[in-house]
C-alpha cells in the first residue's frame, strides 16, 4: 500500500473527503480535508477538532506501515477551495471557479467563471468554463489534464447570521457593488427643534445591528 492510499483510506473512513495530499521534498505530509458533500451543503465547516481527529489517526497509520515523513500537516481547504480531479468539479458544478491553463489559449491562461460538464461528453474530464469577456459571454471547453491549477470563487454568505442578501451580479461584473437604498433605508428629514450630536459623540440606537 502507498501513501497516498494509506491517506486517502484513512481520511475517508474517518468520514471526510480528501481533498489533497503532496509531500515536499523536506518531508513535510500536508493533507487538505473537507466534510462531505452534505454536510457542507448543511454548512458544516472543518474544525480544529476535525483536523486533530485525523492528524491522530494518520499518524498512528503511518507508524504502522512505516512510511518515513519529518512532519503532518492537516488542514481544512479554505473558501478558495482547489479543485483536483473530475469528483470534486461534478460537486462544485455551477459555481464560480477560477482556473490556470498549463498552456494559453488566446493569449492567455487564466479564466473566470461557470463550470459545467460538456453536453454529452463522452468522459468525466471534459469540462466547460462560461465566462464574460467584457464584450460578450464565450465558452471555454478543455480537459482536466489541460489545468495547471483550478480553485473555488470564494463566495461570502451571511445567511443566518443577520447580514444583508448579497446584490446580484452581472455576469464578469468586478469590484464592489452596493446594494440600492430602499424607501426606509433613506436617511429621514431633520424636524425643526431635533437635538443634534455633539461633535465626536456617537449616537446610540439599541446597539449594532444584527
Not at 515523513?69 to 482547489?82: C, K, N
Request: hydrophobic share 35%; glycine share 10%; net charge neutral.
Amino acid at each position: 500500500m502507498s501513501w497516498q492510499t494509506a491517506v486517502e483510506t484513512t481520511v475517508t473512513g474517518l468520514g471526510y473527503e480528501l481533498v489533497d495530499c503532496e509531500r515536499s521534498a523536506g518531508g513535510l505530509l500536508r493533507v487538505t480535508i473537507d466534510k462531505l458533500a452534505p454536510e457542507a451543503a448543511a454548512g458544516e465547516l472543518i474544525t480544529v477538532d476535525d483536523c486533530e481527529k485525523v492528524t491522530r489517526q494518520l499518524q498512528y497509520v503511518l507508524e504502522v506501515e512505516a512510511f518515513d515523513y519529518a512532519r503532518l500537516e492537516v488542514s481544512s481547504p479554505g473558501l478558495d477551495r482547489p479543485l483536483k480531479n473530475a469528483a470534486h468539479y461534478a460537486r462544485f458544478a455551477g459555481q464560480e471557479i477560477d482556473i490556470t491553463l498549463k498552456a494559453p489559449f488566446q493569449g492567455r491562461k487564466k479564466y473566470r467563471g461557470i463550470v459545467s460538464a460538456q453536453p454529452e461528453a463522452a468522459s468525466d474530464q471534459a469540462w466547460r468554463l462560461v465566462f464574460d469577456d467584457g464584450a460578450a459571454e464565450q465558452a471555454l471547453d478543455f480537459t482536466l489534464d489541460e489545468v495547471r491549477e483550478a480553485r473555488l470563487v470564494p463566495a461570502f454568505s451571511f445567511k443566518g447570521r443577520g447580514g444583508e442578501p448579497a446584490p446580484d451580479r452581472k455576469p464578469g461584473q468586478r469590484g464592489v457593488i452596493k446594494p440600492k437604498k430602499t424607501a426606509k433605508e433613506a436617511p429621514a428629514k431633520k424636524q425643526a427643534g431635533e437635538p443634534t450630536a455633539a461633535p465626536g459623540q456617537d449616537k446610540v440606537d439599541g446597539g449594532l445591528k444584527q
